[in-house]
């Protein structure tokens, strides 16, 4: 059994994490932290978890984390850098889900989030855990950089495209919509339910976090810098990322639902649709899954790409936990079977 | 690996019950039924299943059915009674989650439902199936009465007052709340987004097909017949239950409490908050359970009770397959250990 | 021209009041203040202002209050009581939308609210805002304790039957349901979208503050001490009140559905619906209306009473308007004939 | 006092003009049809209007309606072409919410709305309803096209840019999303609160029929052919239409903030925010207003155009009724003076 460690476990993604990893069946959850919420049952605060997770949260201590082969970052930005280099330099495999180890460049980080990065020597070791272009990097990592939900959305739409140079990548448009647990479960006005429900808008259109971490991953697919404009809107609902994508194509006689089937055959988290298919964010609520769905509408040379995922899992905690699975050689799969839930 | 068939699979029980069973470990699904979908992948109408279930609906067929072993019916009122005389005479087990076999008296269920009972001999026979009260007769059942969703949450909350005398029970008062998915998945203007989304209202106050059940089963626990009032509401929401009970005590000094934690203190599927506590229906949220609180509040003599279920789950295919565990002489809880999803 | 103020316009019930006094033939907004806010736009915060109100924000100031004719208290509670003493000195009329006036007795104030009382003195004097009950006083009122939200709805349902004594008053229920902009635009984990949308519980059932407000006027009403429950929910929506009460009747050969709509005949903001009818709240959504059924199932002796509001609208801001008319001899209905927004 | 009827007010739109016009200082409403629902009282079906509409729903008829002088159709397409040319004949003034009048070409209609049309002779009289470019031509209007609701959020959005040729016009992206009322109150699975609350998707990708309204409008503005990409999203929410656009600048160096601002200084119905905002659907809930930002992210040379509307006032009623005024040379605004509805 992996033991595992989660810090900062008061978030969606952490109670999220939770879920998964105590339906695990290779892993047992040894500790979670909080400093907040220290000696609180972990249930008393999910209730959804009562009768599956019997831990308290307790202090965050470097030596307790040691004692885990795996630990999981669900913090603030700005956390994991902090603790890190001990728990690697202890043996522990780190798994970061917040953005510390995303950016290869510290002073992007930098410029971005607003703090001097406090372990830029890690950078360069950090694999990005997108398991679907970097699988073999994973498996032999020590530190996992997990990505933003709205670049795995975005990513996986682009990737068959890019990786292929069908389409002038200098001006793309991702229009993303989110749900509100991606914001996060802090005491903020701004994602009130009464600020958000019935209500949708776009926000950050002048420049959003998770721009250049899409940027630098499809650059190194690509091979050579990408133009993107980036639009995220928050969506009057709880879980689920759709990312509608545009490209213009290069070569309108591609063969582009061959060309994603083929992509994605072997990938157990990609699911595409058939031809006209639009998936719905519904139908990966609470599963570890990206569907998509490409169109090419009214014959024009206008690539449109449909990806769904849930925010909270194939967007975070399910993907650490594929991560997880993979940095230890365990079946990608194992822990991730759920179906989503519909309706 | 027990052959079940479904009947009816179109609506939200049937999609919920082929989640279900179709990460069930004892279970194959052999068979869904659907006259007017007959031929379409099960997975084309609901793509959460994509990838878990290639099955396609059929035309209902008694001969293929009763290769089954189980054979549920996720059918409007009224077609199940129609089908299961034969499949009882095959030997295969029924589950039917309508209400066709709820009520043991033919005439009172012609009148709720408006048309003749079509096997009235088989209406003493069917067990009612709530385990927490008839566990001993479903291990030999052949035939199961799952109950509807409001039931479930009232009588699980209402139990161990009943059972025990402790109220007044010509006078029991049931506020129940429904989110829409318990109004299934038919094509009607009252249930549109639009219609039922940000607004709230009580509905069929004068009496719903609920009731008589209820009363039923209720008298059957206190050993005579009991007075209640049944008020259901619709919530601007899909899933979750949420009762709000009602009783006035005979005695104030009765350790409410101690009295709940020791009535479930075996049920698998109930779970007896601490007291004071107030069950939210999202912690219950695709899982098989029912959340109890109780409380006595500002020292008074009334009773309330807050009870919280999925109505699709444990309000319907969570407990239809706990049923089917118990006819099968499974673990009772094979299949249905998943955690609630929040949020 | 009536020249009003507004303490503390940054909650909902403040921007409430900004778009019904905006609107309103007979009243000029002078000042609008926020500690936390002066100097921004009123508009900026509230674009649904832009166009409509050209006011900033300004710090509170005795001073430019003392120059309104009424000043409008939508405060915390604790605000108004500090300030009320010397706008009244200065000839002011003062509307408090909290809870600062509406308990006669100072104590039970403190054990509610948690602090000593800063005017006692002023309780007795000050009118409790229920225009259908005392519109008398209101005529002649300095200052006015608008109604709580719950209140409104649960007394305006109850009315009728207490007033004549037609129901056992030692045991009433009031099971209340209300949408999430009832507790306010404060920056708290547990009214975010993802915390509350999508779910339901009951909340505070061991006591909430409206309690003894209820309690207080029922007794009036009665002529004596009534016994209530009272289970406040929160819904998964942004406005709305649906109060659904229960109470014995002593006499089932009442005609309820007469009672009420003689009770209610002459009041311009209740609107007794036609026998067998059940209100949505979206019926009253953004309209100064409380809309009532009664019914009595199953030809028992309870009497179940729907009644709904709008939280902000008859549970707020449009009754605080509404008595502002009453205070200075408008016509009642001045500015609030705006029709519910549906759907 | 304008006579006005409607033919066809048991839809959304339907519910939306009564509520505007019966509070519409200079309409006296004098009819309304339903051939479902003759006879019923229209408040019984939309309690909203107890109190403000006595009218019943009566059979459609033409006689009557020639008696008004503005009939306004809220029915489905198909409807208006029947029974227009009648009532022009007798002198009446014909405002057509549909789809029936808004191509000019009856090959093209016939394509997108599949039957042929019935009087195609008065297409090129009718005048597409979009104030803000035909202002001139619907003064003296007799037949009027209320253009749809996603047409008029694109147009408004898109307008400066294309009038000026600042844009490389044959490659237009509109990513737009709409609360599910735009969708119409019929009895379809689709649209059922279980089916689209909490979750989001993009449909009719390979071709919706506001397209072709669209590049007719937008073609004329430019005076030559453009090249649109048209994405339509369904919310999880009732009202509003967000329409997120993309172009390609010719010139970096235009002030698009300037260029907004001028366009529609004159324009009561076209608010243009502040630089860096993010208008959101809620800000005008039940207003007869656009509100526009316009950003270029990242300095790069791609507009990013935001534009929110009502899709059943601004986008469907409330334009009629600016229409109505136009057409009788009333104030523009007249009965359109109402504040948005927030939270």
Chains 1, 2, 3, 4 share one sequence.
Not at 155 to 175: I, K, M, S, T, Y
Not at 199 to 206: E, T, W
Not at 230 to 248: D, E, S
């Amino acid at each position: 059994m992996i033991k595992a460690g989660i810090v900062g476990g008061t978030g969606y993604t952490g109670v999220e994490l939770l879920r998964l990893l105590a339906a695990h069946p290779d892993v047992s959850l040894a500790v979670i932290t909080s400093r907040g919420d220290a000696g609180i049952a972990v249930a008393t605060m999910f209730p959804n978890l009562r009768g599956h997770v019997s831990l308290r949260f307790t202090e965050p201590d470097t030596q307790t984390l040691a004692d885990c082969d795996v630990v999981f970052f669900a913090t603030p930005n700005g956390t994991a850098m902090k603790m890190a280099p001990a728990l690697l330099a202890a043996g522990v495999k780190v798994i970061d889900l917040a953005a510390d180890f995303r950016l290869k460049d510290p002073v992007q980080w930098q410029q971005w989030y607003g703090m001097p990065h406090a372990c830029p020597e890690l950078l360069s070791e950090a694999v990005y855990g997108l398991p679907e272009v970097n699988r073999a990097l994973l498996h032999k990592a020590r530190l996992v950089a997990n990505p933003g939900c709205y670049p795995t959305a975005v990513q996986l739409g682009f990737l068959p495209l890019l990786e292929n140079g069908l389409v002038a990548d200098d001006r793309l448009v991702a229009d993303v919509k989110s749900g509100a647990s991606g914001a996060g479960r802090k005491a903020e006005v701004a994602t009130l339910m009464s600020e958000i429900g019935e209500s949708f808008k776009a926000y950050a259109v002048p420049g959003h976090r998770h721009l250049p971490e899409i940027l630098q991953e499809l650059a190194a697919v690509a091979g050579h810098a990408v133009g993107l404009t980036f639009v995220p809107h928050l969506l009057p609902m709880i879980r689920g990322i759709h990312a509608t994508l545009y490209a213009t194509l290069k070569d309108k006689s591609t063969d582009l639902q061959a060309l994603y089937e083929q992509r994605y055959a072997d990938e157990p988290f990609v699911d595409v649709l058939p031809a006209g298919a639009h998936p719905d964010t519904r139908s990966v609520r609470g599963a570890n899954v990206c569907r998509v769905a490409v169109h090419r509408p009214q014959d024009s040379d206008t690539v449109v790409v449909l990806a769904v995922i849930d925010n909270l899992v194939k967007g975070a905690a399910g993907q650490a936990v594929q991560n997880m699975n993979l940095v230890f050689g365990l079946d990608e799969r194992a822990g991730l079977g759920g179906i989503a839930l519909l309706p």
